[in-house]
């Protein structure tokens, strides 16, 4: 067991409080997650301490739960990992105390992991559903989540090399405020997903922003876009979560065209970078990598360019435990160690140009 045996991994950085036990960094014994999204969903977006306050309430029971499905004994365990950032400092904190007092009291290595890390291993999970191939250096992977939305280069593994990043919102923070403005729920990601696969019609044009040579990305000119033409067809009567004065079919369309042009600009930068880069394989990661479209679309095109692309299932796809403990794995194989004084850091970065 070269990668360390088992490890228990602590994820608790936005709002999903998850507990996994993994082996050598790639099979699952068990990973439990609690999630807040439907507490969060009647604020329409995240309170930070209602966030937090939830992680202590459900920490215990998704260990116990953890611990019950795996069948494990600490004896069996040899380190506990935990995301340190970046996050919400509330919501990390609670679970960076958990992971300190577990590691403490059964005598185990304390490994801190970055959460965007965390991101980029799921790519190693096993997945008992299907056959997914281990991912070949060079790599160039595609993070999209929530918070973040970066194109990386690996040439070996927590070897990080930052290609481009989003100069505004997120993919996700885009697909949750463009949600909010067609009056669907909570968060938009999903339920635009939804939407859009029930559009009749295919022809809304919203822009793409290309920003020339650049691995950059910027949502937000295409955010104002689709507030401009909701605006206009809704004759300014403002939208709320779940309320709208325009017509089902109409959401369809927008949230359709929408997609599109985010699912457009994500696939051709990540294809480029991944021959600019010479990289012999594509991963694809982050809460946006459970978009059906992006992930049919990047497949296609990775096929297309003769790369293998390696994304996760959906469920390992949106913040779980098991991906910190994939990338935790590799750290504790580093000698990356943490002390009892391990603090959060909400806004950690993963890797410079
Ligand atoms: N099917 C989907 N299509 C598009 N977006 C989706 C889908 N499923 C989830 N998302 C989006 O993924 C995001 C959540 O991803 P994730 O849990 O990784 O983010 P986070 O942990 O809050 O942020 P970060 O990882 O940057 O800290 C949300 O913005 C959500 O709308
Ligand atoms: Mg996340």
């Given at each position: 067991?070269?990668?360390?045996?088992?490890i228990?991994?602590?994820?608790?950085?936005?709002?999903?409080?998850?507990?996994?036990?993994v082996?050598?960094?790639?099979?699952?014994?068990?990973?439990?997650?609690?999630?807040?999204?439907?507490m969060?969903?009647?604020?329409?977006?995240?309170?930070?301490?209602?966030?937090?306050?939830?992680?202590?309430?459900w920490?215990?029971?998704?260990?116990?739960?953890?611990?019950?499905?795996?069948?494990?004994t600490?004896?069996?365990?040899?380190?506990?990992?935990?995301?340190?950032g970046p996050?919400?400092?509330?919501?990390?904190?609670?679970?960076?105390?958990?992971?300190?007092?577990?590691?403490?009291?059964?005598?185990?290595?304390?490994?801190?992991?970055?959460h965007?890390?965390?991101?980029?291993?799921?790519?190693?999970?096993?997945?008992?559903?299907?056959?997914?191939?281990?991912?070949?250096?060079?790599?160039?992977?595609?993070?999209?989540?929530?918070?973040?939305?970066?194109?990386?280069e690996?040439?070996?593994?927590?070897q990080?090399?930052?290609?481009?990043?989003?100069?505004?919102?997120?993919?996700?923070?885009?697909?949750?405020?463009?949600?909010?403005?067609?009056?669907?729920?909570?968060?938009?990601?999903?339920?635009?997903?939804?939407?859009?696969?029930g559009?009749?019609r295919?022809d809304?044009?919203?822009?793409?922003?290309?920003?020339?040579d650049?691995?950059?990305?910027?949502?937000?000119?295409?955010?104002?876009?689709?507030?401009?033409?909701i605006?206009?067809?809704?004759?300014?009567?403002?939208?709320?979560?779940?309320?709208?004065?325009?017509?089902?079919?109409?959401?369809?369309?927008?949230?359709?065209?929408?997609?599109?042009?985010?699912?457009?600009?994500?696939?051709?930068?990540?294809?480029?970078?991944?021959?600019?880069?010479?990289a012999?394989?594509?991963?694809?990661?982050?809460?946006?990598a459970?978009?059906?479209?992006?992930?049919?679309?990047?497949?296609?095109a990775?096929?297309?360019?003769?790369?293998?692309?390696?994304?996760?299932?959906?469920?390992?796809?949106?913040?779980?435990?098991?991906?910190?403990?994939?990338?935790?794995?590799?750290?504790?194989?580093?000698?990356?160690?943490?002390?009892?004084?391990?603090d959060?850091?909400?806004?950690?970065?993963?890797?410079?140009?």
């Amino acid at each position: 067991m070269t990668r360390g045996g088992l490890i228990l991994a602590v994820e608790s950085s936005c709002d999903e409080t998850g507990i996994a036990i993994v082996e050598d960094g790639r099979r699952i014994h068990s990973n439990v997650v609690a999630s807040q999204v439907a507490m969060h969903a009647a604020a329409g977006g995240i309170v930070p301490e209602v966030a937090a306050r939830a992680h202590l309430r459900w920490i215990v029971p998704v260990l116990d739960e953890a611990w019950a499905a795996a069948g494990v004994t600490w004896a069996d365990v040899s380190a506990v990992a935990v995301t340190n950032g970046p996050g919400l400092a509330g919501s990390l904190l609670v679970g960076i105390n958990f992971a300190k007092t577990l590691a403490y009291v059964h005598a185990k290595p304390l490994i801190p992991v970055n959460h965007l890390e965390g991101h980029l291993y799921a790519a190693w999970l096993v997945d008992e559903a299907r056959e997914v191939p281990e991912p070949l250096f060079p790599l160039v992977a595609l993070i999209v989540s929530g918070g973040h939305t970066f194109l990386i280069e690996m040439r070996d593994h927590l070897q990080y090399r930052l290609l481009g990043e989003t100069v505004d919102d997120a993919a996700g923070e885009a697909f949750d405020k463009v949600g909010r403005l067609l009056g669907l729920p909570y968060p938009g990601g999903p339920e635009i997903m939804r939407a859009a696969a029930g559009a009749t019609r295919h022809d809304v044009a919203f822009p793409r922003a290309w920003l020339g040579d650049s691995f950059d990305f910027s949502f937000s000119g295409l955010k104002t876009a689709a507030r401009r033409t909701i605006a206009a067809e809704t004759g300014g009567q403002g939208t709320s979560a779940g309320e709208t004065p325009l017509a089902d079919d109409r959401v369809a369309e927008l949230a359709y065209g929408f997609q599109e042009s985010v699912v457009d600009v994500l696939v051709a930068k990540t294809i480029r970078a991944a021959r600019v880069a010479g990289a012999r394989s594509v991963v694809l990661g982050g809460g946006v990598a459970a978009n059906r479209v992006l992930r049919d679309r990047l497949a296609a095109a990775a096929q297309n360019a003769g790369l293998p692309l390696v994304v996760p299932r959906p469920g390992l796809c949106t913040d779980n435990g098991a991906m910190i403990a994939a990338a935790g794995a590799r750290r504790m194989e580093a000698g990356v160690r943490a002390g009892l004084d391990l603090d959060a850091k909400p806004s950690l970065p993963l890797a410079r140009r």
